[in-house]
T-cell receptor, first 118, second 112 residues
Protein backbone atom coordinates (compact mmCIF):
# COMPACT_ATOMS: atom_id res chain seq x y z
CA UNK A 1 0.00 0.00 0.00
CA UNK A 2 0.86 3.65 -0.14
CA UNK A 3 3.24 5.16 2.40
CA UNK A 4 2.73 8.22 4.54
CA UNK A 5 5.59 9.61 6.57
CA UNK A 6 5.64 12.04 9.46
CA UNK A 7 8.47 14.10 10.82
CA UNK A 8 9.53 14.33 13.53
CA UNK A 9 8.47 11.09 15.20
CA UNK A 10 8.76 12.72 18.58
CA UNK A 11 9.47 16.20 19.87
CA UNK A 12 9.90 17.81 23.26
CA UNK A 13 9.50 21.55 23.52
CA UNK A 14 9.17 24.28 26.10
CA UNK A 15 5.84 25.88 26.88
CA UNK A 16 5.18 28.87 24.67
CA UNK A 17 7.17 27.68 21.67
CA UNK A 18 5.76 26.53 18.33
CA UNK A 19 6.23 23.11 16.82
CA UNK A 20 5.81 22.10 13.18
CA UNK A 21 4.92 18.54 12.17
CA UNK A 22 5.25 17.43 8.55
CA UNK A 23 3.16 14.80 6.81
CA UNK A 24 4.19 13.49 3.41
CA UNK A 25 2.61 11.05 0.99
CA UNK A 26 5.65 9.30 -0.45
CA UNK A 27 4.34 7.48 -3.49
CA UNK A 28 1.02 9.05 -4.30
CA UNK A 29 -0.59 12.43 -4.55
CA UNK A 30 -3.01 13.37 -1.83
CA UNK A 31 -5.45 16.17 -2.47
CA UNK A 32 -6.91 15.55 0.97
CA UNK A 33 -5.07 14.92 4.21
CA UNK A 34 -6.49 14.56 7.69
CA UNK A 35 -4.97 15.40 11.05
CA UNK A 36 -5.95 13.37 14.10
CA UNK A 37 -5.06 13.61 17.75
CA UNK A 38 -4.87 10.53 19.94
CA UNK A 39 -4.97 10.67 23.71
CA UNK A 40 -3.66 7.77 25.79
CA UNK A 41 -6.00 4.79 25.64
CA UNK A 42 -8.48 6.76 23.58
CA UNK A 43 -9.53 6.91 20.01
CA UNK A 44 -8.30 9.08 17.22
CA UNK A 45 -10.05 12.44 17.27
CA UNK A 46 -10.27 14.21 13.92
CA UNK A 47 -8.88 17.71 14.21
CA UNK A 48 -9.09 19.00 10.67
CA UNK A 49 -9.34 18.14 7.01
CA UNK A 50 -6.67 19.65 4.82
CA UNK A 51 -7.26 20.20 1.11
CA UNK A 52 -4.42 21.07 -1.21
CA UNK A 53 -4.46 24.71 -2.19
CA UNK A 54 -7.29 25.76 0.10
CA UNK A 55 -7.96 26.43 3.75
CA UNK A 56 -8.31 23.55 6.15
CA UNK A 57 -11.68 22.63 7.60
CA UNK A 58 -11.52 22.34 11.37
CA UNK A 59 -13.72 20.17 13.56
CA UNK A 60 -15.82 21.78 16.23
CA UNK A 61 -13.80 22.69 19.28
CA UNK A 62 -10.45 22.76 17.51
CA UNK A 63 -8.81 26.19 17.53
CA UNK A 64 -7.64 27.03 14.03
CA UNK A 65 -5.31 29.75 15.29
CA UNK A 66 -3.72 27.27 17.65
CA UNK A 67 -3.31 24.44 15.17
CA UNK A 68 -2.21 25.93 11.86
CA UNK A 69 -2.50 23.61 8.88
CA UNK A 70 -0.91 24.20 5.52
CA UNK A 71 -1.32 21.89 2.53
CA UNK A 72 0.81 23.62 -0.06
CA UNK A 73 1.47 20.67 -2.34
CA UNK A 74 -0.08 17.35 -3.28
CA UNK A 75 2.42 15.46 -1.15
CA UNK A 76 2.93 17.66 1.92
CA UNK A 77 0.77 18.96 4.72
CA UNK A 78 2.08 20.61 7.86
CA UNK A 79 0.55 21.08 11.29
CA UNK A 80 2.00 23.84 13.46
CA UNK A 81 1.11 23.87 17.12
CA UNK A 82 1.52 27.50 18.08
CA UNK A 83 2.41 28.66 21.58
CA UNK A 84 2.31 25.10 22.81
CA UNK A 85 1.25 24.33 26.37
CA UNK A 86 1.43 21.10 28.38
CA UNK A 87 -2.20 20.29 27.58
CA UNK A 88 -1.21 20.12 23.90
CA UNK A 89 0.98 17.13 24.68
CA UNK A 90 -0.43 14.28 22.66
CA UNK A 91 0.10 11.89 19.77
CA UNK A 92 -0.64 13.55 16.43
CA UNK A 93 -1.40 11.36 13.42
CA UNK A 94 -1.84 12.39 9.83
CA UNK A 95 -3.66 10.49 7.14
CA UNK A 96 -3.70 10.93 3.39
CA UNK A 97 -6.33 9.82 0.96
CA UNK A 98 -5.28 8.09 -2.24
CA UNK A 99 -7.71 8.78 -5.06
CA UNK A 100 -5.93 6.77 -7.73
CA UNK A 101 -5.36 3.18 -8.70
CA UNK A 102 -6.24 0.13 -6.67
CA UNK A 103 -6.28 2.02 -3.38
CA UNK A 104 -8.97 4.41 -4.50
CA UNK A 105 -10.31 6.46 -1.62
CA UNK A 106 -8.41 4.53 1.02
CA UNK A 107 -6.91 6.50 3.88
CA UNK A 108 -3.28 5.77 4.69
CA UNK A 109 -1.83 6.74 8.02
CA UNK A 110 1.48 8.11 9.12
CA UNK A 111 3.30 6.61 12.12
CA UNK A 112 2.42 9.56 14.32
CA UNK A 113 4.31 12.28 16.16
CA UNK A 114 4.50 12.33 19.92
CA UNK A 115 4.59 15.88 21.23
CA UNK A 116 5.59 16.58 24.82
CA UNK A 117 5.36 20.15 26.05
CA UNK A 118 7.24 20.90 29.24
CA UNK B 1 -24.23 11.81 14.17
CA UNK B 2 -21.91 9.02 13.26
CA UNK B 3 -20.24 7.02 15.99
CA UNK B 4 -18.52 3.74 16.64
CA UNK B 5 -18.57 1.77 19.88
CA UNK B 6 -16.19 -1.09 20.44
CA UNK B 7 -15.53 -3.29 23.41
CA UNK B 8 -13.27 -2.02 26.10
CA UNK B 9 -9.89 -3.60 26.46
CA UNK B 10 -7.41 -4.74 27.17
CA UNK B 11 -8.01 -8.25 25.97
CA UNK B 12 -5.46 -10.90 26.92
CA UNK B 13 -5.56 -14.28 25.21
CA UNK B 14 -3.37 -17.33 25.01
CA UNK B 15 -1.92 -18.27 21.67
CA UNK B 16 -4.37 -20.20 19.45
CA UNK B 17 -7.41 -18.89 21.35
CA UNK B 18 -10.48 -17.58 19.55
CA UNK B 19 -10.81 -13.82 19.32
CA UNK B 20 -13.90 -11.64 19.12
CA UNK B 21 -13.82 -7.87 19.38
CA UNK B 22 -17.28 -6.36 19.28
CA UNK B 23 -18.06 -3.25 17.28
CA UNK B 24 -21.37 -1.49 16.77
CA UNK B 25 -22.06 1.70 14.93
CA UNK B 26 -24.53 4.53 14.54
CA UNK B 27 -24.71 6.24 11.21
CA UNK B 28 -27.02 7.94 8.78
CA UNK B 29 -27.22 6.28 5.41
CA UNK B 30 -25.13 3.28 4.48
CA UNK B 31 -21.58 3.58 5.75
CA UNK B 32 -18.54 1.57 4.80
CA UNK B 33 -16.99 -0.23 7.77
CA UNK B 34 -13.36 -0.87 8.54
CA UNK B 35 -11.01 -2.49 10.99
CA UNK B 36 -7.58 -0.92 11.41
CA UNK B 37 -4.66 -2.34 13.38
CA UNK B 38 -1.89 -0.40 15.09
CA UNK B 39 1.19 -2.42 15.96
CA UNK B 40 3.53 -1.03 18.62
CA UNK B 41 5.44 1.96 17.30
CA UNK B 42 3.73 1.93 13.91
CA UNK B 43 0.94 3.79 12.15
CA UNK B 44 -2.55 2.47 11.59
CA UNK B 45 -2.92 -0.10 8.86
CA UNK B 46 -6.11 -1.18 7.18
CA UNK B 47 -6.88 -4.75 8.22
CA UNK B 48 -10.15 -5.33 6.40
CA UNK B 49 -13.25 -3.57 5.20
CA UNK B 50 -16.83 -4.07 4.02
CA UNK B 51 -18.79 -1.62 1.96
CA UNK B 52 -22.33 -2.97 2.09
CA UNK B 53 -24.65 -5.09 4.19
CA UNK B 54 -23.78 -8.79 4.45
CA UNK B 55 -20.31 -8.24 2.98
CA UNK B 56 -17.56 -10.10 4.79
CA UNK B 57 -14.12 -8.56 4.99
CA UNK B 58 -11.19 -10.85 5.63
CA UNK B 59 -7.42 -10.63 5.87
CA UNK B 60 -4.63 -12.48 7.71
CA UNK B 61 -7.16 -14.88 9.25
CA UNK B 62 -9.33 -12.06 10.59
CA UNK B 63 -12.95 -11.73 9.49
CA UNK B 64 -15.81 -9.31 10.06
CA UNK B 65 -19.31 -9.32 8.59
CA UNK B 66 -21.32 -6.16 7.98
CA UNK B 67 -24.61 -6.74 9.81
CA UNK B 68 -27.07 -3.99 9.03
CA UNK B 69 -29.86 -5.45 11.18
CA UNK B 70 -27.70 -5.31 14.30
CA UNK B 71 -25.51 -2.38 13.13
CA UNK B 72 -22.46 -4.43 13.97
CA UNK B 73 -19.08 -5.33 12.48
CA UNK B 74 -17.49 -7.70 14.99
CA UNK B 75 -13.90 -8.77 14.40
CA UNK B 76 -13.07 -12.48 14.74
CA UNK B 77 -10.08 -14.73 14.38
CA UNK B 78 -10.09 -18.44 14.99
CA UNK B 79 -6.58 -18.83 16.33
CA UNK B 80 -4.57 -15.82 17.46
CA UNK B 81 -0.79 -15.58 17.45
CA UNK B 82 1.61 -13.57 19.56
CA UNK B 83 2.26 -11.41 16.51
CA UNK B 84 -1.40 -10.32 16.55
CA UNK B 85 -0.75 -8.29 19.71
CA UNK B 86 -1.75 -4.74 18.76
CA UNK B 87 -4.50 -2.17 19.13
CA UNK B 88 -7.52 -2.72 16.90
CA UNK B 89 -9.77 0.12 15.80
CA UNK B 90 -13.22 -0.19 14.29
CA UNK B 91 -14.15 2.68 11.99
CA UNK B 92 -16.80 3.86 9.59
CA UNK B 93 -17.04 6.26 6.71
CA UNK B 94 -20.40 7.51 5.60
CA UNK B 95 -19.72 8.63 2.07
CA UNK B 96 -16.90 9.00 -0.38
CA UNK B 97 -15.20 12.16 0.73
CA UNK B 98 -15.82 12.16 4.47
CA UNK B 99 -13.10 11.20 6.96
CA UNK B 100 -13.06 8.02 8.97
CA UNK B 101 -14.75 7.97 12.39
CA UNK B 102 -13.03 5.67 14.87
CA UNK B 103 -13.95 3.69 17.92
CA UNK B 104 -11.76 3.94 21.00
CA UNK B 105 -9.61 0.98 20.11
CA UNK B 106 -9.12 -2.37 21.81
CA UNK B 107 -5.69 -3.49 22.92
CA UNK B 108 -5.05 -7.18 22.34
CA UNK B 109 -2.22 -9.01 24.05
CA UNK B 110 -1.53 -12.60 23.03
CA UNK B 111 0.71 -14.61 25.30
CA UNK B 112 2.59 -17.75 24.36
Amino acid sequence: GAVVSQHPSWVICKSGTSVKIECRSLDFQATTMFWYRQFPKQSLMLMATSNEGSKATYEQGVEKDKFLINHASLTLSTLTVTSAHPEDSSFYICSARDLTGDSYNEQFFGPGTRLTVL
Amino acid sequence: GNSVTQMEGPVTLSEEAFLTINCTYTATGYPSLFWYVQYPGEGLQLLLKATKADDKGSNKGFEATYRKETTSFHLEKGSVQVSDSAVYFCALRNSGNTPLVFGKGTRLSVIA
